[in-house]
């Protein structure tokens, strides 16, 4: 047999789309994965290229019904902000068990703790330059402190006064406690007390001895006096002044061993060491503290982690202060500690006090030896997981403010609530009490909205609600580069929320984070408020175009120059080799060789249509609708 003209595609083809068609002198207008064929286009059979469907429809079946429900816009609202800081991304639905949709990732100057509503949080004030390093609140008759050079002790009063307190004679202050009836001193020669009714300056009383006791600290817990030292753990009951016998003694060769704090739970006394280490002392039925002769570690944090402080909650919880952050520890029935993850980390804390359901925790850097020194707030009222608690910046001591810098070891060291539950801070630089005033301003940054998905999005508007505003209120706006773009701001009198704010064209972004700024007035006694917001974007998914291609598939054929190709059964091999490729579901070139553009698509449909041959083809054959999606 005969073959008529050129033969420019092999006899055996074989599937495969990522090979480009070569030309020879047959004018083909198409290639798919380097199978040559001939347009097909007419009236009746268009070439067609249209914008594929981005948009499906959908049901919404998220944790917060109605945000994916409403058709067109993306949606991500927020009403309240009380769950703390610490969330990176706002993905609900993602399974992440760390989720909350009232989380946000960071703040300073912003009370976050009243659900529906964001404020600016009360100023700190320098009340004295005195260096406290420990602080005894004392209700509202004010507070005892140590300072942190000679350690004599300072009495607080309850209108911000600091006064130098007459110290036990020939005395040096190392630690301070309290119960209902007295104040107590541990310094380097013994233990004193005084009654708390006492006026000021009034004698102390040594109630135990102390030579060659190293580093005294005494709590009262449990209804009784007990002391930590170098020399192991001491209940202070019975006769003095000379010391009973110790309840436990470091074994030799542990090393360096210290108490940072003694604290109770349950039916147990509990010792931290600056080792990480926690001690448990469990009470008897008769409520005496049993002699250990090896300690009873019921938590032991890891090797490079110390404990700096610790404070006990409602005999269930204790708080963990560390050099690396903040732990809530779960009393357990038999008095074992469930010790939980690190709320958040390279922040010290340094010292520990409660208020209602909160604990609040003096905090710096230590990699900063320069700068402001904050106060977290934690909420145990709160509980995202498993022992990981709302947590937010709370309070701050702003050495700018005052002229002081908060510098070096110990910025905060001392925490005391006091005169109607306001917050006592002592320091390195002074003592800096709350005041009823609000701060300048603040800010809170969101969690970064990205959807659930790293698909670019474009960010079109935005609505915050708010109350009408006595101060200035700014919206701005975050992109994924972490450039910051002004979005819309409010000014005295004014009430957010009325319309949405257009945001400026930031082009596709995987994600932005909004970034709200609060003010007081002019006289710091208002502050401004918002109650949420509302974010809308679009996808921004490069579009996708389907196109439609009619193409002839015949056994013989000629092209528009009248050169002639193909044999008898041609067709059929092109046609296998061409559902071949759309079975693979495969990526494949198409290429039109008119205009010399090569496009990756993927096959949608392959249609074979048998027709009479049109001029200038014979044999077996028909019409092909290609259609194709690019990719």
Known sequence: ????????????????????????????????????FL??????????RTTAQFRKQQFDNSDEPGEQSIEGWWLRSQQSFHAGAGMLYADPGSGDP??????????????????GRLRLLPRTSLVSGQTLIQLVGLGTGGAYGLSGAANPLFFISSTDTVVLEASPTGSSPLSVCADEQYFYVAADDGIWRRLRTAAAHSAWTKIWNLAGSTGPRI??????????????????SGAGPGLPAAKWVPPSGLGYWSASAIVEGGSAIYVCTYTGSVLK???????????????????????????????????RYIVLGTDEGARVCLINSDGSLEVGPLLWTGLRVQALTTSKQYVYCSVFDTAVTTGDADIYRIDLGLEITNLRFAYARDLRVDG?????????????????????GKLLIGGAMGVYAEQDTYVDSGYLQTSRIRFNTLEP?????VRVRGVQTPADFFVSILDTFGSEVDVIGYVTDQVPGEEDADIPRLGPQDYVSLKFTLSSDATNVLSAECQGYQLKALPATPRRRMIQIPLLCFDMETDRNGNGAGYVGSAVSRLQALEDLDAEADVVNVQDLDRSVVERCVIESVEFVQTAPPTGMDGWGGLITLTVRTV
């Open 1 to 36: 047999m005969t073959l008529p003209g050129v033969l420019p595609y092999p006899l055996g083809i074989t599937s495969g789309g990522t090979g480009l068609y070569t030309p020879t002198d047959v004018t083909y207008n198409y290639a798919i994965g380097a199978l040559p």
């Open 98 to 115: 760390n989720f909350h949709v009232s989380r946000f990732y960071d703040s300073a100057g912003i009370d976050v703790w009243t659900q």
């Open 400 to 420: 700018g403010e005052t002229g002081y810098g908060i510098t070096g070891f110990g910025s905060v060291q001392g925490l005391a609530l006091y005169n109607s």
């Open 219 to 236: 709590a009262f817990v449990k209804q009784r006096l007990v002391m930590a030292s170098m020399d192991g753990v001491f209940e202070l």
């Open 39 to 48: 347009s097909a286009a007419t009236r009746d059979h268009p070439y067609q």
């Open 281 to 315: 002392f469990s009470l008897d039925s008769s409520g005496v503290m049993p002699t250990l002769t090896s300690g009873s570690v019921v938590a032991q944090l890891p090797s490079n982690e110390r404990i700096w402080s610790a404070l006990s909650i409602l005999n």
């Open 457 to 461: 999005k474009v960010y079109k508007l």
